[in-house]
């Protein structure tokens, strides 16, 4: 969803509530949206205590009861979505290969990186791994999410893991798969179809410490 009506709920600062929101908060790795609310520009959006704040850049132009029309930069949002589903795919295919468990992420619209605890990273294996990708991008593959109650997907083998690192209150799990490459429960923004991911290109690897490997890269 692009663009939402929406009623503002309170407005404090440049802190804004809306009923309901299409702006995804910045966590799990990922930007938040910017955009817009009417002629406001929204420049962040954070999650708290889980209310949705937008950041705006005019304080008091906004105010309880007012309705908005909420506008997401799309642009840089569909960079976001990419980017997004590009790190499932390489996760998943590193740990497949290697075993490494992913420490850390960033994901922006124009360069992402991957923490992997790995002590080792050769430049021959890196690009193996983002041949292999490139072909599961190629292979167009859909992309689902869907929702799942936490006792079943605790009988899933793969999410049992991430699924036991939720707070327990948290009793409906959304389950994001890429076709038969990687299955997580994730709250983040993808693409419906692999294919429109485009290329990946791997820009460098970095050593951040022992046992810490940071892969950054970019979308063609
Ligand atoms: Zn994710």
């Excluded at 983002?130 to 167009?140: D, F, H, S």
């Excluded at 109650?149 to 389950?175: C, F, T, Y």
């Excluded at 994730?186 to 991911?197: K, W």
């Amino acid at each position: 969803m692009r663009e939402f009506d929406a009623k503002v709920v309170s407005a404090e600062g440049n802190r804004v509530v809306l009923d309901q929101t299409a702006f995804y908060p910045r966590g799990g790795g990922l930007v938040s949206d910017i955009g817009t609310l009417g002629a406001v520009k929204v420049t962040e959006v954070v999650k708290e205590n889980g209310e949705v704040f937008h950041i705006v850049d005019s304080p008091g132009a906004l105010k309880a009861g007012d309705v908005v029309h909420g506008s997401i930069d799309w642009d840089r949002r569909y960079k976001v979505m990419r980017m997004h589903t590009t790190a499932h795919i390489m996760c998943a295919i590193v740990n497949r290969e290697t075993g490494a468990l992913i420490t850390g992420n960033q994901i922006s619209p124009d360069e992402s990186r991957i923490d992997f605890n790995l002590d080792q990273f050769d430049r021959e294996k890196i690009s193996d791994y983002t041949k292999v990708a490139n072909g599961v991008v190629a292979r167009g593959l859909e992309v689902k999410s869907y929702f799942m109650n936490r006792e079943e997907a605790l009988k899933m083998p793969g999410l049992v893991k991430l699924a036991n690192a939720l707070p327990p209150s948290v009793d409906v799990l959304r389950i994001v798969q890429i076709g038969d490459v990687d299955t997580q429960a994730d709250g983040g923004v993808h693409v419906g179809n692999t294919r429109e991911i485009g290329e990946i290109v791997v820009n460098r690897a970095e050593n951040k410490g022992k046992n810490n490997r940071r892969l950054y890269f970019s979308l063609r």
